[in-house]
């Protein structure tokens, strides 16, 4: 063999593998190559859907458009013609990116900043740790702390409010029955499906001020974000052919004023308050002793307070203070009891025996540290389940206000049953206990995981039939990935799956009878 | 809440390094042919503080995260000028505090072709240009996205060094360049957050540069004692935010120093021994580590 030539040919070898592991890394973003939208059903009778909040769907009036014969409606034509007529390919990527679908590019918005916000602050120099101000939001630590039950509230503000502009929008489409630009002028082009409905208000628009309204207030330091994908919003409107400028701003104040009422609503909820006091989380400690159980403890170091404990308290869309205290699960297994030490060895042996199938299941349900959440994680499953439904926006709306509203009043039910029990962590009574992910720095029962997924797999299940087993196996592993994880016992899950189903319901109820099916 | 979430060829993050320091891809020093060349390397390192973008910080949850690592490696002589290195590890990597679960396991096969392109005496100094290429791949399916326990990058890699070497009687000096490139990955989640959140389970891990360079005295090629100086740099890669996990994408840069030798135990039977220990002395996203290796190697002739 001549070595010469085999060293060469080898050295080529080398080269090409290196041009192709290090020169080809583009990656499949599966939000990126979404269809764009085009509604099977327009759900014209939209407008007349049971709202949440509204009264009515006259509740903000909408001044009558000018007529089409308007000099002033020419002059938007022509800005339509002038925007289109630059054809720029930055407004044209823009323009498919929004395309997909206003209600799913502002809940992609929301899953985003919840992921950059989900950070526990840094401790304190004196092992204390300092708590997020929302009046100084840029300030270390950054205002908020998106946490699992901050996030479950937020995505249901945010798609509640979404749903009840689009009620009013939809109604006032149908009152004022305004063609849309690409109808009337021949001029205009048609950039993305046809959409056969009315354009005044513009319902992205409607959809871009609400969210915006409410983004803003809970997440105050990216208003200039905020602003800036609001107005990539209303100018891939423009571009597309689908709305004059008027039609856009007045969707956007509806939307506005609608998000206000929801901003009213979300400073009385009590979840402001959530956090506690010293004192609070003393008599959690207090109560638990006084029982003969072991009182959670912080797996942290410095031991950090516990995550929202008065969140219990907050007031849900779908069920009640009452409701929550009255439908609180039994008691975990004592911690003194034979029971207990069962689930705690078993939780020991899935701690000891962590297969790679079990790493990937926890791994892929942690939705921990840094992420969009539990919550996040149903929201992300049920748009790209949508995604292939053809909902029109109000109804993507709809069933992601009721996905939403389910899995927020589940963190209500979960988290008061966490405080009113105040149960360890398994590597709180048992150090050996080893875990695959981070120990969540709240109490163990019930499984969060479980509570959020029971509820939302029976909510899609309800909304997309044919999927339903999927949904449920899906919510099964998220559950069992806690116990696989080495961080709830059985009991935790069983338990808030059973609560999460049961929530779940209550948004299938109303599901039934809001007039969209 | 330190839940969780690579190498410079190995891994950076836990520091754990120890390429075999005899003939290897680093070196300018070359078996000779039909020889072939065996050994095992046992290494450990430790930190107990990490650059979290530029800040150095600690963190009680990890006390400190403690890395035990055994090599394994075999080196052919086709000539005296073409070498061929293979290389693997078992690596445990585990926290003294905190709840985190150990990782361990087989992590990547490596193979180096190494040629001498020139060799030179110029007015005494032996100068030599050498080239190495080499290849890597995981060899175990072990858990990418659980740093700083992750035992590796999880990325098949491709890398070209170039190399002199300059002899002065028993002195020398060998500096040399590295460029890896890095195929992307694949993680366990379908979303994570760099600088914005990203729908995939695959990750682009930025390339690297390595440099080195390598200064010390050898009176023979199984008989050195050397300082070794190391950059390593992310090319591309984002900081750890505020107390959030490290990623395999981050931008991992440090730079170590240290000392190493080789030293032939019994006189032409071919057994060597080899140490060394090295001390990272800046960085960006990853520990502070201090590590330490030693091994024995085996040379035979046909």
Redesign the interface.
């Known amino acids: 063999m001549n070595f010469s030539r085999f060293t060469y040919n080898l050295g080529y070898f080398f080269i090409v593998a290196i041009m192709s592991l290090g020169c080809n890394k583009e990656i499949n973003e599966r939000n990126l190559s979404f269809a764009p939208l085009s509604p099977s059903n327009l759900d014209t009778t939209g407008g007349n859907w049971l709202p949440i909040l509204l009264s009515n769907n006259e509740e903000f009036a909408l001044e009558t458009p000018e007529p089409i014969t308007s000099q002033n409606y020419k002059l938007e034509l022509q800005e339509v013609r002038s925007i289109q007529a630059k054809n720029e390919l930055s407004e044209l990527n823009n323009f498919n990116y929004w395309s997909a679908g206003s209600i799913l590019r502002w809940n992609e918005i929301l899953r985003e900043l919840v992921a950059k916000y989900n950070l526990p602050p840094y401790e304190n120099q004196d092992g204390t740790y300092p708590i997020p101000n929302p009046n100084n939001p840029l300030a270390y630590p950054l205002f908020p702390f998106a946490n699992p039950p901050y996030a479950a509230r937020a995505y249901a503000y945010v798609s509640a409010a979404q749903y009840d502009a689009l009620v009013i929008a939809y109604h006032y489409k149908q009152k004022f029955k305004r063609l849309r630009p690409y109808q009337i002028d021949p001029n205009i082009k048609l950039k993305g499906p046809e959409i056969n409905d009315f354009s005044y208000p513009s319902e992205q628009a409607v959809i871009a001020g609400a969210s915006v309204a409410m983004l803003s207030q809970l997440f105050p330091g990216e208003q200039d974000f905020l602003q800036s994908k609001l107005l990539d919003c209303i100018n891939s409107r423009l571009f597309g052919g689908y709305n004059v400028r008027t039609e856009i701003e007045a969707g956007l104040k509806l939307g506005k004023q609608v998000a206000q009422k929801f901003i009213n609503r979300a400073r009385q909820d009590r979840a402001g308050k959530a956090v506690g006091t010293p004192s609070d989380w003393q008599l959690f400690v207090t109560i638990t002793e006084n029982k003969g159980e072991t009182p959670w403890k912080s797996l942290e170091s410095p031991a950090r307070p516990p995550m929202l404990p008065l969140f219990g308290r907050t007031i849900g869309f779908l069920i009640d203070t009452t409701e929550v205290v009255n439908g609180r699960p039994t008691p975990p297994p004592s911690t003194s009891s034979e029971q207990f030490q069962k689930e705690l060895n078993e939780v020991l042996e899935y701690s000891q025996n962590a297969t790679r199938e079990n790493m990937r299941v926890v791994h892929f349900w942690g939705d921990g540290v840094g992420t969009y959440t539990p919550p996040g994680h149903w929201n992300a499953i049920a748009c790209e389940d949508f995604v292939q439904l053809n909902f029109s926006e109000i109804r993507w709306a709809r069933n992601l206000a009721l996905l939403n509203m389910a899995m927020f009043d589940a963190a209500i039910c979960c988290w008061d049953a966490k405080y009113f029990y105040f149960n360890p962590r398994p590597s709180q009574m048992n150090p050996k206990i080893k875990t695959l992910t981070g120990v969540p720095n709240f109490p163990a029962y019930v499984s969060g995981h479980s509570t959020f997924s029971g509820a939302a797999a029976t909510v899609l299940s309800h909304i997309n039939g044919l999927k339903s087993t999927q949904y449920n196996a899906m919510a099964e592993e998220a559950s069992r990935s806690r116990l696989i994880g080495a961080i709830h016992y059985r009991s935790d899950i069983e338990v808030g799956m059973k609560m999460g189903k049961s929530v779940g319901n209550k948004a299938v109820s109303r599901a039934k009878s809001d007039g969209a099916e | 809440?330190?839940?969780?979430?690579s190498p410079i060829l190995l891994i950076l993050f836990c520091g754990c390094f120890f390429p075999l320091k005899s003939q290897t891809e680093i070196d300018g020093l070359f078996m000779g042919k039909r020889n072939i060349c065996g050994g095992f390397v046992y290494g450990q390192s430790q930190w107990q503080k990490y650059w979290e973008g530029d800040y150095l910080r600690t963190n009680?949850?990890i006390g400190q995260l403690k890395s035990r690592q055994m090599s394994f490696m075999a080196n052919y002589g086709?000539?005296s000028k073409?070498n061929l290195i293979l290389s693997t590890s078992y690596i445990q990597n585990f926290t003294t505090?905190?709840?985190?679960?150990?990782q361990k396991g087989f992590q990547d096969a490596n193979l180096f072709?190494k040629?001498e392109l020139w060799a030179k005496n110029i007015n005494g100094f032996l100068t030599s240009l050498v080239?190495v290429?080499?290849?890597s791949t995981p060899i175990s399916?072990y858990?990418v996205?659980?740093l700083p326990l992750s035992i590796g990058s999880g990325?098949?890699?491709?890398?070209?060094r170039f190399l002199m070497d300059i002899q002065k009687r028993d002195y020398f000096l060998t500096l040399s360049s590295s460029?890896?490139?890095?195929?992307?990955i694949t993680?366990?989640?379908?979303?994570?957050?760099t600088d914005?959140?990203?729908?995939?389970n695959?990750?682009?891990l930025p390339?690297l540069w390595n440099h080195n360079i390598r200064l010390g005295y050898r009176p023979s090629p199984d008989n050195y004692v050397e300082f070794t100086g190391e950059f390593n740099n992310s090319i591309g890669g984002f900081n750890i935010?505020?107390?959030?996990?490290p990623f395999p994408s981050n931008e991992m840069d440090m730079v170590r120093i240290g000392l190493s030798g080789k030293k032939e135990i019994i006189k032409n039977k071919g057994f060597s021994a080899i140490g060394g220990l090295t001390q990272t002395v800046y960085g960006k996203n990853v520990g502070k580590s201090f590590s330490w290796y030693s091994g024995l190697v085996y040379q035979y002739e046909f």
């Open positions: 809440m330190f839940n969780l979430k009680e949850n086709f000539t073409t505090k905190g709840t985190l679960l150990e072709l040629h080239a290429a080499g290849v399916n858990v996205d659980y990325a098949r890699t491709a890398s070209m460029y890896i490139a890095r195929s992307t993680i366990d989640r379908n979303s994570y957050y914005r959140l990203i729908y995939s695959q990750v682009v390339n935010r505020k107390n959030d996990m």
